[in-house]
């Protein structure tokens, strides 16, 4: 597994002191990134082949939120790549060893020029080192969006949305999803599941739907064809969807 070390910053908690989800799923994030780019597979690799990685779904179970100065280590592991799919799982744990998070994502390979995609290259297959995928829970991508719920304000996409692809950033529609949680709903599980790219302009209209332990958010275009859902499900004695290993 590729790892790197951090220290939870003021500026990645909230007014409790902990670790947001967004700062959580910047942190795997990143570690991606600095993989692929210490493989030199990285930003500029994917431009000169006309490539993106475009995350098709995310299943993030957090165990805690670690609170500001905690030393933690970041990590991730592609374990599987069929045609233009990669599979990858990504985790943090702290100084013991033990795991706050783990998550489980798809990624889908695109060629920039035609939007349609594209198989895995040579060089990735020689360079990522596939292994043990880790032991968790795993749930299905496809989420189900309930039949009754609200619709929300619109929201018109921004250049601070946005990321490197010109695209809003993934992380950015779960944010996006969670202002439409209730006030102490404390999130343990995170599904997504990506539809379609959207970008600078583009109009989303939220869909919210569920209550109790369990809220979907669909984020539509004005046909009402999502662009992402996000399921958000609160931590239950009964369910943290962390095993030891």
Same mark, same amino acid.
Request: glycine share 8%; charged share 25%.
């Given at each position: ?6 220290r939870?910053?003021? &500026?990645e908690?909230?007014? #409790?002191?902990k670790l947001?989800?967004a700062s959580?799923? =910047?942190y795997?994030q990143?570690c991606?990134?600095? /993989? ?5 597979l990285?930003v500029?690799y994917? $431009?000169r082949?006309?490539?993106?990685w ?5 299943q993030i179970v957090?165990? $805690?939120?670690p609170g500001?100065? #905690?030393?933690?280590l ?6 599987e ?5 990669g599979y990858? =799982?990504?985790a ?7 795991y ?6 798809l990624w &889908?390979?695109l =060629?920039?020029?035609? !939007?349609?995609?594209?198989s895995?290259?040579?060089?990735m ?6 292994g043990? +995928?880790?032991?968790?829970e795993?749930?299905?991508? +496809?989420?189900t969006?309930? !039949?009754e719920?609200?619709? !929300? #304000?619109?929201i ?10 010109h /695209? %809003?950033?993934?992380?950015?529609f ?12 404390? %999130?343990r599980q995170?599904?997504a ?9 583009n109009?989303?209209?939220?869909y919210?739907?569920g209550g109790?332990?369990?809220y ?6 004005k046909e009402?064809?999502?662009?992402a859902v996000?399921e958000?499900?609160?931590? $239950? #004695?009964?369910m943290?969807?962390? $095993?030891?290993?």
């Amino acid at each position: 597994m590729y790892t790197f070390k951090s220290r939870i910053r003021y &500026s990645e908690t909230d007014s #409790e002191g902990k670790l947001t989800m967004a700062s959580l799923i =910047n942190y795997f994030q990143d570690c991606s990134t600095f /993989h692929s780019e210490d493989l030199d597979l990285g930003v500029e690799y994917l $431009r000169r082949e006309h490539l993106v990685w475009v995350l098709s779904s995310w299943q993030i179970v957090v165990n $805690r939120y670690p609170g500001f100065g #905690e030393n933690v280590l970041i990590g991730t592991l592609p374990y599987e790549v069929k045609g233009f799919l990669g599979y990858r =799982n990504f985790a943090m744990t702290d100084e013991k060893g033990e795991y706050i998070a783990k998550a489980n994502s798809l990624w &889908s390979l695109l =060629n920039t020029d035609t !939007g349609r995609p594209a198989s895995v290259t040579q060089a990735m297959m020689d360079g990522y080192t596939l292994g043990e +995928r880790l032991d968790m829970e795993y749930a299905p991508r +496809r989420i189900t969006l309930p !039949g009754e719920g609200i619709t !929300g #304000e619109p929201i018109v996409v921004r250049k601070h949305h946005l990321d490197t692809n010109h /695209h %809003v950033n993934n992380q950015q529609f779960i944010n996006m999803a969670m202002d439409y949680l209730p006030e102490h709903f404390v %999130v343990r599980q995170v599904r997504a599941e990506y539809k379609k790219q959207a970008f600078l302009d583009n109009v989303l209209i939220p869909y919210v739907a569920g209550g109790g332990d369990r809220y979907t958010i669909a984020l539509q275009d004005k046909e009402a064809k999502p662009y992402a859902v996000v399921e958000m499900t609160m931590y $239950r #004695e009964d369910m943290t969807g962390l $095993r030891e290993e």
